[in-house]
């Protein structure tokens, strides 16, 4: 498999599918708030229709679906199958029926021109090599009066302990360790403004807003490790050495009384002239 694209698309399809089972633990709260958050900042109306791409387990597809209410329609398209159906669960746990999700890339749906009123995409867009592009065809399906919504990692993610996994991982597998990941793109303001700007949406609001995740325990960390894009490497490196960074992270965090990680977030929106 030579194409980036399709090597992007497998990585993310595989470490989300294993991701699952911890996807919606207590620890990795921050993807409803952020995903709440998202979703508050588009202003969405009863009987609006959104497309959610990289919709996971519906952490913004959810909220949106509780907005435009009965005559409004929600689509969160993934490439996971597992986060797929843990989505669709909770939507008929809800009661949803506004709603509908699919097994999909985000970079071939194909719907027409201005068909959404909103389009969303919540720590997403990075996945692709040419997010430009991704932009300009999310941009296309957002009907005229309506907004694109892109959210992105701030800087310092998972810190202090992200550092301190790199470190570990540095030593256990130098050929897994990596100081760049594709969100590093897009940490800062004006890189999310440009990014949206060169794929066709001017002028952008974009914001920057500081989280942080309560770790109850340093065990917190592990299993927020286990349910985002971490988990990729974590089972690229084996039960052994997976047990030896875990150790190391785990005690490491315990003994400096590390109550908590950051979880900064960048929020941009669009609004598609008439």
């Known amino acids: 498999m030579d194409d980036p694209l399709k090597q992007a698309k497998a990585k993310a399809a595989a470490t989300y599918d294993a991701a699952a089972d911890h996807f919606d633990d207590e ?4 993807w409803e708030r952020i995903g709440r958050r998202t979703v508050a900042r588009l202003g969405l109306r009863a009987g609006d229709s959104v497309l959610d791409v990289g919709c996971g387990t519906g952490a913004s597809a959810l909220p949106a679906a509780h907005i435009v209410g009965r005559d409004g329609f929600v689509l969160g398209v993934d490439l996971s199958a597992r986060l797929i159906d843990r989505a669709r669960s909770k939507a008929t746990t809800c009661g949803l029926t506004n709603m509908e999700f699919r097994l999909a890339d985000m970079t071939e749906l194909g719907y027409p021109d201005s068909h959404f009123d909103a389009v969303v995409s919540v720590f997403s ?39 301190l996994w790199l470190e570990a991982i ?18 800062d303001i004006e890189s999310v403004r440009n990014l949206l700007r060169n794929g066709g949406v001017m002028n952008a609001e974009v914001t920057a807003e500081e989280g942080s995740q309560p770790l109850l325990s340093a065990e917190d960390w592990w299993t927020i490790a286990l349910g985002s894009g971490l988990r990729w ?7 052994e050495a997976a047990a030896r960074v875990k150790t190391d992270n785990v005690q490491w965090l315990s003994e400096n009384k590390i109550g908590s990680i950051e979880t900064n977030a960048i929020y941009a929106i669009g609004n598609k002239p008439f």
Not at 27 to 30: R, T, V, Y
Not at 233 to 239: R, S
């Open 170 to 187: 540095k030593r256990e597998r130098p050929d897994l360790h990596s100081a760049f990941n594709p969100w590093d793109r897009i940490t």
């Open 27 to 30: 620890p990795l709260s921050f």
């Open 233 to 239: 490497t974590i089972d690229q490196m084996g039960p």
């Open 125 to 163: 867009i990075f996945f692709v090599p040419d997010m430009e592009g991704l932009v300009r065809e999310l941009w296309r399906m957002v009907r005229p009066g309506g907004k694109l919504a892109v959210t992105t990692w701030g800087p310092r993610i998972f810190e202090p302990a992200y550092s």
